[in-house]
């Protein structure tokens, strides 16, 4: 019988492959954790990036892998994204290597993010404990932007360690600002703290919370959630308007490795941003 | 869809004509088990067949596969391209055609993986009628019988074949390469004979209503527990498993460390690492949630996104576990509250 050819085909529209984007600045914000600001090479691509705060990218350094990493910066800055950085493993640990002016790639904006546009016209209320401010800056941000369009606004950002505190220049600024409430606690303070010592819960005690009109979201350690909701929920806020944000291994970020599975639904394509309604119809979840 | 009929004795004619243009893959003899291989004599070709070890799913979704060569230095990608022949898949059973579009609403939807696209839209199925073996239980799923996803299905009908028809190149092929005729009511009559004996030869009548609310009633049932202190977590359940499409990426670089390939490779969620993220986290550390896992994706993640459960009933994985955990024991303990 005759054998066909063997033919190589080129790979069109492909999900996976990453787009190249340079480095064009990184801040030292902890000894752990860098920001990376990072702009697409091709115009058509920087152009096609348009994403919602609570989304993630791939980050995609060839030789050594892919790590899923959300977007800390606003959709309202144009051109530039922003990736706060752990050096926790090997994608991450290569990235910490890399210096301004060095290329990587980057897939996405994957998944779905905080409802932006629901939460106009309403109070909120953010939570982070830990690297969990990284997603929540972006909304941070994006809020400040559009700052008329929202009632009060306040955060809570719970640390282990005033060292540990991301994004510690801006938040000490922000102090002073009379439009966003913003309350620092650590776990273990050391001489210099002044702020609030003690888990970011037992902030709820000073607040005041209508809970007619908040949205509240949160990020942070899998550990945090739970009670971080129950203080939302002695508050009396609705479950379809606690936002929570999950850490999964998105791997491919489009619905099909498998790895970011959190009971019946993907975290990549469901997620990462659940309310809390689904999140408790979402076995594995908290 | 339109109808032939095919006397068996000139089926060779049809294989023979394909391979003109095609890789004929089908079931063949390896020792005492089948395999899917590519086949050069229509003589190997053993449509008696009961099974294969491995399913179908590797001509689309190799077990690895290189996605795209890279230059480090720049993170640039040099190439991006497929092997791909086009092919036939001769003799395929009606479980295996339905475990292909299972497989389609996960790389043919949303954003489609270019790489299976691309080699689904290059093979033709054919597909073949079987009778079930004790490990079967495609009846509880309703996947023992295909109306779409192959190009020709032949029905045995004793000296014939009950060939349906069902694309443009499935007819002409026909046509072209096997003298075959019209049906007849009588041929139309040997095809339901066939087919309810097909559905008589089932003996287990295993329960599978209602599992969405009994993997979520049962979630914390210690049923999960006896079950994952039988998994040995090699993950051959999923390697054999024809919708099972887990995968996971990485990068080998060549000697000079300067170029490389990012491959992707077969997964499986009974890995102990397959859940696990930063810091030392892993969602599923246990066998007994990776078990639990695997059922409760498979009838209620997979049935929420597409209204199928993602099984066919092959039996191909009870086959292949060592620790005996099949479908047909799982939905029974679920069923029951007891681990059989």
């Known amino acids: ?26 801040i030292d914000l902890t000894p752990q954790e860098k920001l990376f600001e990072l702009r697409l ?64 790639g980057l897939r996405g904006p994957f998944g779905r993010g905080f409802p932006f546009r629901e939460m106009k016209g309403h109070d909120i209320l953010l939570v982070a404990g ?22 009060n606004v306040t955060i809570l950002y719970g640390s282990r360690t005033p060292s540990e505190v991301l994004f510690r220049e801006q938040f000490d600024m922000w102090k002073h600002r009379e439009d966003f409430d913003l309350v620092l606690t650590v776990d273990q303070p050391d001489e210099t703290w002044t ?49 929570v944000s999950f850490e999964r291994r998105m791997k491919c970020g489009i619905g099909k490795c498998g790895h970011c599975g959190v009971g019946h639904q993907y975290a990549c394509i469901d997620g990462p941003v659940f309310n809390y309604w689904e999140a408790m119809n979402l076995q594995e979840a908290i | 869809m339109f ?30 088990v089948f395999v899917y291989a590519p086949v050069s004599d229509a003589a190997d070709l053993r449509l008696d067949y009961d099974t294969t070890v ?54 043919l939807g949303d954003a489609p993986d270019p790489y299976y696209k691309a080699r689904r839209d290059n093979t033709l199925i054919v597909g073949v009628s079987c009778m079930p073996n004790e490990h079967c239980f495609c009846d509880a799923w309703g996947t023992g019988e295909t109306h779409w996803g192959f190009d020709i299905f032949l029905t045995d009908i004793g000296d014939d074949y009950y060939a349906s028809i069902r694309s443009v190149m499935g007819a002409d092929l026909v046509d072209r390469y096997v003298a075959c005729r019209m049906i007849t009511d009588e041929d139309t009559a040997a095809f339901q004979r066939r087919a309810a004996e097909f559905k008589g030869a089932f003996s287990n009548d295993l329960d599978t209503s209602q599992l969405p609310v009994l993997l979520d009633a049962k979630f914390d049932s210690d049923i999960w527990d006896r079950l994952g202190e039988k998994c040995l977590g090699c993950g051959a359940c999923s390697m054999v498993c024809p919708t099972c499409y887990c995968f996971d990426v990485h990068d080998e670089l060549d000697a000079d460390q300067l170029h490389g390939v990012r491959v992707r490779t077969w997964d499986s969620c009974q890995f102990k690492q397959f859940a696990a993220v930063a810091h030392g986290q892993n969602f599923r550390d246990t066998r007994a949630s990776r078990v639990k896992y695997r059922y409760y994706h498979k009838q209620w993640g997979y049935l929420s996104k597409f209204e199928r459960v993602l099984c066919v009933g092959c039996g191909r994985c009870t086959r292949a576990c060592k620790a005996q955990i099949s479908p047909p024991r799982v939905v029974r303990a679920l069923q029951t509250g007891v681990v059989d």
């Open chain 1, 1 to 26: 019988m005759a054998t066909s050819e063997t033919h190589k085909v080129p790979v069109i529209a492909n999900p996976y492959r990453p787009s190249p984007a340079r480095i064009t600045s990184i």
């Open chain 2, 3 to 32: 109808f032939r009929v095919i006397p068996k004795h000139v089926l060779p004619d049809l294989v023979r004509g394909l391979a003109e243009q095609h890789e004929v893959v089908g079931p063949v003899a390896k020792g005492d």
């Open chain 1, 41 to 104: 090479i091709d115009d058509s691509a920087r152009d096609a990036f348009d994403f919602q705060s609570g989304q993630f990218v791939e980050l995609s350094i060839f030789g050594v892998g892919e790590a899923p990493i959300s977007i800390s910066s606003a959709p309202s800055k144009q051109g530039f994204i922003e990736l706060c950085i752990r050096d926790s493993g090997d994608v991450t640990g290569a990235m910490h290597k890399k210096r301004c002016g060095d290329i990587v």
């Open chain 1, 195 to 243: 702020g609030e010592t003690g888990l970011v819960t037992k902030l709820f005690d000073k607040i005041h919370v209508d809970p007619k009109s908040t949205y509240g979201a949160i990020c942070g350690p899998p550990v945090m959630y739970k009670y971080v909701i129950a203080e939302m929920r002695k508050k009396a806020m609705d479950v379809d308007r606690i936002y």
């Open chain 2, 54 to 107: 491995l399913p179908a799913k590797r001509w689309f979704f190799p077990e690895s596969e290189d996605l795209m060569r890279f230059r480090v230095s720049d993170n640039a990608v040099m190439e991006e391209s497929l092997d791909t022949v086009p092919r036939v898949l001769f003799g395929l059973h009606p479980c295996d055609v339905n475990s292909l579009l299972l497989m389609d609403n996960v790389f």
């Open chain 1, 130 to 151: 830990g690297l969990g401010i990284a997603p929540l800056k972006s909304l941070i941000n994006h809020i400040h932007d559009d700052r008329h369009e929202f009632g």
